[in-house]
């Protein structure tokens, strides 16, 4: 069964759960592992490919958009509705809405800051992951 990882930014501020995803992408990958990160639509999954190459300048993350890299070359993927293909290990979710095949993935982090919208989207993720049993880790972030 997914775990599910709640990770909550204490401070307001709009924007800063993708600095967040680039954070714990980071961490990610130092263990070996590979993530496909869901966001909303392209603007932001562009948004966030520009990000992963600037948030931190002595770090290089192998990163690309779901269906312009090659996923044998490329452990962090950015998708906004993209099949994730064989990906399985970590799901990173900047979506507003449950990801349809998070239930594939062996641990799904879910990222959310003070934007009244993004907390309440939050929190309807939060019950359908509980009504469906899924394990719940909740996560308070300072960045």
């Known amino acids: 069964m997914t775990r599910v990882d709640f990770y909550t930014l ?4 709009r924007g800063d759960r993708f600095l967040l995803a680039c954070r714990l992408v980071e961490r990610i990958y130092g263990t070996g592992q590979r993530s496909f990160i869901q966001v909303p639509d392209r ?4 948004h966030l490919d520009r ?3 600037t948030f931190r300048q002595q770090s290089f993350l192998p990163h690309g958009l779901a269906n312009d890299s090659d996923p044998e070359f490329t ?3 950015i998708g ?3 099949d994730p293909g064989e990906e399985n290990q970590v799901l990173i979710n900047l979506s507003p809405e449950v990801p349809t095949f998070f239930e594939r993935f062996e641990r799904l982090c879910e990222l959310v800051d003070q934007d009244p919208n993004v907390r309440a989207a ?3 993720r939060y019950v359908h992951y509980r009504d469906g049993g899924y394990p719940l880790h909740h996560h308070e972030i300072q960045l």
């Open 43 to 46: 603007e932001q999954a562009r």
């Open 80 to 82: 906004h509705g993209d």
């Open 122 to 124: 939050g929190r309807k």
């Open 51 to 53: 990000l992963l190459w």
């Open 75 to 77: 452990p962090i993927l």
């Open 10 to 13: 204490k401070e307001p501020g």
